[in-house]
């Protein structure tokens, strides 16, 4: 099994560029989720999924959007990337929504950096 | 509102000295807790996590944390430290939706 595995691991973008951040997961969980994490500020969650077609916003949505058609794939959009946006980003699946049932799994991270 | 603090940013220890980072939570209900470490260019990884009984829990990788509900507290230790352990570790509370804290790197000194 691969796990979580996120797609490009790093990308520079200019202000008002848009690109999709990938992410598949092939232990087929449920349940799907979005993280950035900026330096000295732990994670924040953007978006999550509980399932296909299924997606709520976390702490931090604003700029961003998600889609869920698949188990398997959880891709996040940035649609007119900002500087604010710089940040590494982390995709998570799990089996069970709470933390306390199950894991999240994190993938190994992309780097966006909007210039 | 729940929250959870690292108040240290930074801890260096030397090789094989013990470790403790340190964690306090506020949360509405029982809680859950968590540690997650993250080696450079890598996703979290969970280390241990606390949902109730024992108050001393066994992770991976040779740590530990103990729950302290009279302190709010959730350190981390480890008797010896390797240099492999070099990482940023989160404590990390919640169920459904989990809050990370921001993190506390270790470095180890030779």
């Known amino acids: 099994n691969a796990g979580v595995t996120q797609t490009p691991k790093f990308r520079i973008l200019k202000i008002g560029q848009s690109m999709t951040l990938q992410c598949t997961q092939d232990?087929?969980?449920?349940?799907m989720y979005w993280y950035r994490q900026d330096p000295g500020m732990g994670l924040k969650l953007i978006y999550y999924?509980?399932?296909?077609?299924?997606?709520d916003k976390g702490e931090v949505p604003n700029g961003y959007n998600v889609s869920r058609s698949t188990t398997e794939d959880f891709p996040l959009r940035l649609e007119l990337a900002a500087p604010s946006q710089t940040s590494v980003y982390f995709c998570?699946?799990?089996?069970?929504?709470?933390?306390?049932?199950?894991?999240?799994?994190f993938g190994p991270g992309t780097r966006l950096t909007v210039l | 509102a729940q929250s959870v603090t690292q108040p240290d940013i930074h801890i260096t220890v030397s090789e094989g000295a013990s470790l403790e980072l340190r964690c306090n939570y506020s949360?509405?209900?029982?809680?859950?807790l968590f540690w997650y470490v993250q080696s450079p260019g890598q996703g979290l990884q969970l280390l241990l996590k606390?949902?109730?009984?024992?108050?001393l829990v066994q992770g991976i990788k040779g740590f530990e944390a103990e729950f302290k509900r009279s302190q709010s507290s959730f350190n981390l230790r480890k008797p010896s430290v390797h240099w492999s352990d070099a990482a940023e570790y989160f404590c990390?509370?919640?169920?459904?939706?989990?809050?990370f804290g921001k993190g506390t790197r270790l470095h180890i000194l030779p």
């Open positions: 990390a509370v919640g169920d459904d939706k989990i809050i």
């Open positions: 949360y509405g209900a029982t809680p859950y």
């Open positions: 606390y949902f109730s009984g024992d108050t």
């Open positions: 999924s509980v399932g296909a077609g299924i997606t």
């Open positions: 232990m087929n969980h449920n349940y």
């Open positions: 998570a699946s799990s089996y069970s929504i709470r933390a306390s049932a199950d894991t999240q799994y």
